[in-house]
């Protein structure tokens, strides 16, 4: 999920319901969404919304908190732009109605998004049997305060004040995520030994390095040329000298030829063969490649590493698990849609990848060229990480 550093560490859910329930196919008056009979008031929706707005204002200084709840008019939203942002204050209406429809379905859709998975999560959880202890809860809550730096009363009210949120929601939060923990857990497959080894077999290149040469070379578009260089080079002539009087490769005539670090297989075929089956400081050519007439010395041989299984192990198990990791939460987030997406039932001008039978809308290209799209868009820079 995407959530900023500090609610990362605090999880990332709204006190919704202690207990969920199973049924129902509605989605009441007062409610944004149903997830199997349970709602997601316009309060809670509200309320979440005002906290990701917070989040936006905190990623930039001085910015305002704009919160668009009211749509499809905005009148609420157009207010709080003219009353916050005085560079704004005379815009028209219709621009910045598109304004707060832009932040509204942006925010929006993260919004529902998180508090629908939340749900899920719950309900999986149930059905799984998943149990939580107060000492679990407590630990879990101790340490994500630690690691938010919010151990003292007064840092946890900031935070508090600064995210819109109060305790009870951080405490609920903590619960969910230990939840969500617990689920990825146990869809997470165990790195075994036979795992650890075809990872190691089939990622040689990750635990060694290539033997590589370094050459110096003279290319020519004939072989006459080429045997005229081999004689220059022969009878004591510099390469420097050589290169510049016969060679028409660009990329090595003005350095003496030199190549370095090359590896096998990444020069043309004939150079390539010449490279790394010629000995150390032995004067080879002419050689007829693809692209000319080679001249060519090996100057340096460095034999290729290998890291051994017993080495690697701490670091392939290491990778197996942070991938395992991301396909259980991905199996987590498909068995639940599995289970309850069709009971996902969602107000229309709240409809998002969630819902049932949501379909994403056609999307356009405009270009506005006005100062309003830029002013707003900084001030959604940075919903992304306020929720999941």
Partial sequence: MRLSRKLAALGAFFVLAVVVAGCGSSVPGNS???????????????????????????????????????????????KQVRQQIPSLAKTADKTLKTECGDLFTSLSSQVMDFLVKSYWYQLLGHK??????????????????????????????????ET?????????????????????????????????SAYYTAHPTQFGTAASRNLRIVRTNSQSQAQAAYKALKSGQSWTAVTKKYSVDTATKN???????VTNGEEEHALNVVAFSAPQGKLKGPVHGTFGWYVVEVIKITRGTHESLSKATKLIKETLTSQGQTAAANLVDKQAKKNWGKQTLCRTTFSMADCSGYKAPKTTSTATGSSTTSTAAATTSSTTSTSG
């Fill in 32 to 78: 944004v969404a149903s997830v199997a009979g349970n709602s997601i008031t316009t309060r809670a929706f509200d309320h979440w919304m005002y906290v990701a707005a917070k989040g936006n204002a905190s990623q930039s200084a001085g910015s305002p908190v704009i919160v668009p709840t009211d749509p499809p008019d905005f009148k609420g939203c157009i």
């Fill in 255 to 261: 350095d003496g030829g030199l190549l370095t670090g």
């Fill in 164 to 196: 819109g949120q109060t305790m009870s929601d951080v405490l609920y939060r903590v619960r969910v995520n230990e939840l969500y923990k617990d689920l990825v857990a146990r869809y997470a497959k165990t790195v075994t030994p036979a795992a650890i």
């Fill in 128 to 161: 799984l049997h998943v149990k939580l202890t107060q000492a679990q809860l407590n630990t879990a809550l101790a340490q994500a305060k630690q690691q938010s730096n919010l151990t003292s009363a007064s840092a946890l009210k900031t935070f508090l004040s």
